[in-house]
């Protein structure tokens, strides 16, 4: 096991549960931190403070596995640094919006960087977790191979509930080797123009490895063996993409994505939507739109329901202003009764991401 780069290594499981088992009993609410670096993202919520950045540390990593296990408190800076050691990454490129940000938090959020489509969501990476559920039992879901199972994924669950579900203490997911080489274009054409060449790049085998439009330009990443990329990247032409973009893109640090009222809509790549309200970025191949607007939630919303997606008031949030999109009301009870198997007694973030879960 490798534990070279991640400074400390501390299990405060025990305590952990203690803590929910003591406030499950006083039937107060508890609101789960790691790094507090997306406190902004989801509806406010009230509770008892867990505190997971001190339960940290890699609990197993064989980089000939291309598994590794840490615990939720682990600086995902210090897990990216580990597995670059060993010449390997996150497949899905998650957002790191500060030195604070946590492996548990970055799962809980579910947010997927540039590389999504080509190489799938945070939940696509996941093995499996060991949870507290909402009576301080620690459960474990899944293991650390990858294969298909038959049942329930329940540790998939655990990407994207932002710790409505239970604590996550420890998360294993699979990782992939650094690719021998990396190159980045940068395209002069109108999102029309770049959709029809995005389509043709991706019906056939190409080193593709990020694809944004920032409603001027076509940005290409490409990754691969050396003799790939180049050949692809002399098909293409066009001009180097500036180093900041792809990282700018990724950890949110562009202009546009720092603004106080940010939209996320998650759309058909292909989709026309010619009268977007407001500045936008599109990236995963135009499958995610970053939209600043003033339009109002309706219309945002109608608008990515149109085409059959959805939208996410990723920031910016006002009083009494719904975040996530809401659920159909056959899709709200499903949630309600997997809120009720994990936290029966509904301590764990209520209402962060709807109100009553």
Not at 285 to 311: C, D, F, M, P, Y
Request: with cysteine; glycine share 14%; aromatic share 6%.
């Amino acid at each position: 096991m490798l534990t070279s780069t991640v400074s400390e290594n501390r299990d405060d499981g025990e305590a952990l549960a203690d803590a929910v088992r003591a406030t499950s009993s006083a039937g107060r609410p508890l609101r789960i931190v790691g790094g507090g670096t997306k406190s902004f993202y989801g509806r406010t919520t009230d509770g008892d403070v867990l505190d997971l950045s001190g339960h940290r540390g890699v609990v197993d990593y064989e980089p000939s596995e291309l598994v590794i296990t840490a615990r939720a408190g682990t600086p995902i800076q210090a897990i990216e640094a580990l597995l670059a050691e060993n010449g390997q990454r996150l497949a899905f490129e998650p957002p790191v919006l500060g030195a604070a940000s946590t492996f548990g938090g970055v799962i809980a959020a579910g947010l997927a960087g540039p590389r999504r489509p080509f190489a799938g969501a945070v939940r696509d990476s996941v093995l499996g977790v060991r949870v507290l559920n909402g009576a301080g039992q620690s459960l474990r879901l899944g293991g650390t191979v990858f294969k298909n199972v038959a049942g329930f994924d329940g540790f998939r669950l655990m990407a994207g509930a932002l710790g409505c579900l239970g604590v996550l203490l420890e998360v294993s997911v699979r990782v992939s080797p650094i690719p021998a080489a990396e190159r980045t274009l940068s395209l002069d054409m109108g999102w029309a123009a770049a959709r029809s060449r995005l389509t043709d790049l991706m019906r056939r085998p190409t080193p593709l490895d990020g694809a944004a439009h920032d409603g001027e330009r076509l940005h290409l990443r490409l990754a691969g063996p050396e003799g790939v990329v180049s050949a692809t990247a002399a098909e293409l032409g066009g001009d180097s993409t500036p180093a900041s973009f792809w990282p700018g893109l990724r950890h949110h640090t562009l202009p546009l994505l720092t603004s106080p009222r940010l939209w996320r809509l998650a759309v058909p790549r292909t989709c026309d939507l010619p009268e977007l309200p407001g500045v936008w970025l599109r990236d995963w191949a135009g499958g995610e739109i970053w939209l600043v607007s003033e339009a109002t939630s309706k219309q945002v919303r109608a608008l990515a329901g149109g085409v059959g997606g959805h939208a996410t008031l990723y920031r910016g949030a006002r009083t009494g202003e719904e975040v996530f999109a809401p659920l159909p009301a056959p899709l709200l009870a499903l949630h309600q009764r997997l809120k009720a198997v994990f936290d029966p007694a509904g301590i764990f973030n209520p209402g962060r991401m709807y109100a009553g879960l």
